[in-house]
């Protein structure tokens, strides 16, 4: 399966976008080494950063398959942007992701581990599984370091809805997810023991107050659609800021799709100038 996404996504991520300079790294974490991939859009020596989460169901993607949608955030937003190369399931069931996500975002706010950016203007993202996984790591960081995460960008996460209309419209592998792989990818994540209560996808069912603004993102042609919706309703009656855009015409992770999709480009284009305007000013 790994293989095949890498192969699939590879030919989306090209031509290279050119940018100041895109680096590998390891962040030297309490839990072992993790690896990142930082990219930088000029030599600013303290940009606001975002750190990124890759997509594809917390069991396949990766930094490489993700190349172009992190290279197209950085060029249009100039942030830095923070690629993280989490652990994925099944090998690696929850918590084991979002515990080494955790780690790098407490890293990266301490300034002292990627140097270039200023902690003081951080935000977090991702598409599908990783827009999941970076509102539980903002949930997180909220009760921890709650002034770490200035920002959230998420396109078409899956965010705890069991049943909805989208899902049986939707249920064909053409647009992007079938049932039986959201099955798959979930009890992959979660594994032989399920977390108490058994809520560890549901983070509609948090407490969302106090979470930093959003740029929530969804495709029309999406099975996972109302999981955007439903999380935008959440965050505004939790007294948030939610900024919520449905892009016509287009399948789960039309994102990869921007060499040829005008849509995938205006929707970076949009959390490009999202993460900007929340992230270049200055720190309070």
């Given at each position: 399966m790994r293989s095949a996404y890498e192969k699939e996504r590879s030919g989306w991520n090209r031509p290279v976008i050119d940018l100041h300079s895109v680096t590998d790294a390891v962040l030297d974490l309490d839990g072992g080494p993790l690896g990142i991939r930082v990219y930088r859009p000029d030599a600013g020596a303290s940009l606001p950063a975002l750190v990124f989460l890759h997509g594809g169901g917390f069991v396949v993607?990766?930094?490489?398959?993700?190349?172009?949608?992190?290279?197209?955030?950085?060029?249009?937003?100039?942030?830095?942007?923070?690629?993280?190369?989490?652990?994925?399931?099944?090998?690696?069931?929850?918590p084991a992701a979002l515990d080494r996500i955790e780690q790098a975002l407490v890293a990266v706010a301490d300034g002292a581990r990627v140097h270039g950016i200023d902690p003081g203007r951080l935000g977090i993202g991702g598409d599908s599984a990783g827009a999941h996984l970076a509102l539980a790591?903002?949930?997180?960081?909220?009760?921890?370091?709650p002034e770490a995460v200035k920002f959230m960008l998420l396109y078409y996460g899956l965010y705890g809805l069991e049943e909805s209309e989208p899902r049986r419209r939707f249920a064909d592998p053409v647009y992007g997810l079938s049932p039986d792989e959201l099955q798959f990818y979930q009890a992959s994540y979660l594994g032989s023991k399920p977390a108490p209560g058994g809520k560890a996808m549901d983070l509609l069912a948090s407490d969302l107050a106090g979470l930093p603004p959003a740029l929530v993102g969804a495709a029309a042609l999406d099975p996972l659609l109302d999981d955007s919706l439903a999380l935008s309703d959440a965050l505004r009656n939790a007294g948030g800021h939610a900024d919520l855009r449905v892009y016509d015409g287009v399948p789960h992770g039309f994102l990869h799709w921007s060499r040829l999709v005008p849509t995938a480009v205006q929707a970076l284009e949009d959390g490009a100038r999202a993460v900007a305007a929340s992230l270049f000013m200055p720190p309070s």
């Open positions: 993607g990766s930094l490489d398959s993700h190349d172009r949608i992190m290279r197209q955030l950085c060029r249009r937003s100039g942030a830095v942007v923070v690629g993280v190369d989490y652990p994925l399931a099944p090998e690696n069931p929850h790591a903002a949930l997180r960081l909220r009760d921890r370091r």
